[in-house]
């Protein structure tokens, strides 16, 4: 537990049984107007009693008043998984998090400490934010990061100045005061911790009945050992997500989804909708997201470098790719290492509900566009399919779109693929034969001529039981007799968790020859140096999504420089 200026006086007075202000400024160090200050705030809560003497001459002194405080039960020894430092975000308290294997949950649990404070430094920081609400406003409109940012820095340090002023300079421990009282003031309480652990995908609270869960990247859903302490709380932390997007939740309007300037997606539900009691859901955006190399390290082993070198070679040469998937099946993480591969001058436009992908620096031609729902008058919505039909009239290169739901959606993104246009989104789908299905029948309904303009397909899939996504295919659209066929070049055998090539590609490499002059030995000759780079960057951990930039941006301009620096394993630092 953290032992403030606060909890020193009270041992002191304690110890001293009848002391004054004076002495203990003296004894502390500290300022006699603080002092005086600190004893009315925990006598106003019922903690401490003053003495103001009739006679001038003796000093105001001050008793505390005993309350006990609640012990946590010491937890039964677990065995640990996994332990690690949070650093939070953007001010966020920091923390320690144990991974443990449950007995009695049969399943490891996600274990956070953080940091302690005693009832009397509680009592204090409530006094903080109230004063520093006098000044600060708490419903504004997240306008932008950048505005967030500087908003937060604002709210901090006036937090941070009224703390110093009263308990004078404590290294380290007016930041972490300063950091709770801004949580608890502006953010989700203990919750924003969990929101600063990069191994997360999601927060969740289902109600006050259980505590707040995590979806981790490695071991899937976890309780933790923090609860919400009433669902007026749930309530109104989503309330407060709202007002940072210009919303409202209520009776009235008891659902909410919304992004966040972070990036993060936020949803809520307030009983009697959700039945069990009010629920918040926080989708997390990841600062470092996947890239393709992150696929093809040995603990993702997502695929393989044939397949990356595939694709990669299809995102050059601007062939147009559907990526399919079941839910959380990594389908948005799998597109978003694949724009990174595209050349940095081509005006790249991408089209999302909410935006979740995230393009390299030097890819600066990139116009990124997110829909807009409703006002509570119904008002204002701006569809995915306006922004489709609004990005044929800005000249792009390669036209991304999130998710392919509607068949107008559907219809205008095939018709740009006839304008000439790359074109990659995602659909909901298990297999190749069910996104052509789901292609050409009710409700999207798009001509089966027009499928026929995809080039190759990317199938996501997620095994829940072992925690793990693979590509389940690579495969290429064909014409058929009636509809269109699908060739398997490469799968996914979960018996033993590899990958094998199925067939050899044809109408891809019809395609290549018709578009590039290249013939068959030459489009392998290239995959196979593309195979060559990518295990070296592989090897050299070149896995975030600037590192993969950098080397995109000298291949383009020199394919020998990469080509030649992969061939002799030569360390990234010497190729910059």
């Known amino acids: 537990m953290l032992t403030t200026r606060i909890d020193e006086m009270v041992n002191l007075i304690r110890k001293k049984k009848k002391i004054n202000f004076y002495e203990i400024a003296r004894e502390l160090s500290w300022s006699e107007n603080s002092v005086e200050k600190i004893a009315l705030v925990l006598e106003k809560a019922g903690l401490a009693q003053t003495h103001y003497p009739v006679d001038m001459v003796r000093r105001p002194w001050v008793a505390i008043r005993e309350t006990e405080e609640k012990k946590k039960e010491e937890s039964k020894k677990e065995k640990a998984l996994e332990k690690y430092d949070i650093a939070g975000r953007e001010g966020r308290i920091k923390g320690t998090v144990m991974i443990v294997y449950s007995e009695a949950e049969k399943r490891p649990v996600y274990n956070i400490t953080l940091p302690e404070i005693s009832v009397y430094t509680k009592v204090y920081l409530e006094h903080v934010k109230v004063e520093a609400s006098k000044t600060l406003a708490l419903e504004v409109v997240e306008k932008g990061k950048e505005e967030s940012t500087a908003r937060f820095e604002r709210r901090h340090q006036v937090i941070f100045d009224i703390i110093q002023n009263d308990l004078g300079p404590e290294d380290g421990i007016l930041e972490i005061l300063a950091g709770i009282a801004i949580n608890e003031m502006f953010g989700l309480g203990e919750m924003e911790a969990l929101i600063g652990d990069e191994r997360l995908e999601e927060v969740i609270i289902n109600s006050t009945q259980v505590p707040i869960?995590?979806?981790?990247?490695?071991?899937?859903?976890?309780?933790?050992?923090?609860?919400?302490?009433?669902?007026?709380?749930?309530?109104?932390?989503?309330?407060?997500?709202?007002?940072?997007?210009?919303?409202?939740?209520?009776?009235?309007?008891?659902?909410?989804?919304?992004?966040?300037?972070?990036?993060?997606?936020?949803?809520?539900?307030?009983?009697?909708?959700?039945?069990?009691?009010?629920?918040?859901?926080?989708?997390?955006?990841?600062?470092?997201?996947?890239?393709?190399?992150?696929?093809?390290?040995?603990?993702?082993?997502?695929?393989?470098?044939?397949?990356?070198?595939?694709?990669?070679?299809?995102?050059?040469?601007?062939?147009?790719?559907?990526?399919?998937?079941?839910?959380?099946?990594?389908?948005?993480?799998?597109?978003?290492?694949?724009?990174?591969?595209?050349?940095?001058?081509?005006?790249?436009?991408?089209?999302?509900?909410?935006?979740?992908?995230?393009?390299?620096?030097?890819?600066?031609?990139?116009?990124?566009?997110?829909?807009?729902?409703?006002n509570p008058e119904g008002y204002g919505e701006v569809t995915m399919l306006d922004l489709v039909v609004n990005s044929l009239r800005m000249r792009p290169d390669r036209i991304i779109m999130g998710e392919i739901r509607r068949k107008q959606e559907a219809e205008v993104l095939f018709e740009a693929m006839h304008t000439g246009h790359s074109v990659y989104a995602t659909i909901h789908a298990d297999t190749g034969p069910q996104v052509i299905k789901r292609l050409i029948e009710p409700p999207i309904e798009v001509p089966a001529s027009e499928v026929e303009d995809i080039h190759l397909l990317l199938v996501q899939y997620r095994d829940r039981r072992k925690n793990i996504r693979r590509t389940l295919e690579i495969s290429e659209v064909v014409p058929g007799v009636d509809k269109p066929d699908i060739n398997r070049i490469y799968n996914w055998k979960p018996r033993t968790d590899s990958f094998e090539m199925v067939k050899q590609p044809h109408r891809y490499t019809e395609e290549m020859n018709l578009h590039t002059g290249m013939t068959e030995k030459e489009i392998k000759a290239d995959q196979k140096n593309k195979v060559n780079i990518l295990q070296w960057m592989v090897k050299n951990n070149i896995d975030t999504v600037e590192d993969v930039g950098k080397i995109m941006k000298i291949y383009y301009a020199d394919e020998s420089v990469i080509l030649k620096a992969a061939n002799k394993g030569v360390p990234f630092s010497k190729v910059l």
């Open 213 to 374: 869960s995590v979806y981790h990247r490695k071991y899937g859903w976890l309780k933790t050992n923090i609860e919400v302490k009433s669902e007026e709380d749930t309530e109104n932390y989503a309330a407060q997500i709202a007002r940072k997007v210009g919303r409202q939740i209520s009776l009235l309007n008891p659902i909410l989804d919304a992004r966040l300037s972070s990036g993060d997606r936020a949803n809520a539900t307030l009983y009697p909708i959700s039945s069990y009691g009010n629920t918040l859901t926080m989708r997390l955006f990841s600062k470092n997201p996947w890239t393709i190399i992150s696929f093809l390290k040995k603990e993702a082993n997502t695929m393989t470098t044939e397949m990356a070198a595939l694709l990669w070679q299809a995102m050059q040469y601007e062939m147009n790719v559907v990526i399919a998937g079941g839910t959380a099946s990594g389908k948005t993480s799998a597109l978003n290492g694949l724009l990174a591969l595209i050349q940095p001058f081509q005006r790249i436009v991408t089209i999302e509900d909410t935006r979740e992908l995230s393009l390299p620096t030097y890819q600066w031609n990139w116009v990124p566009l997110v829909t807009r729902p409703p």
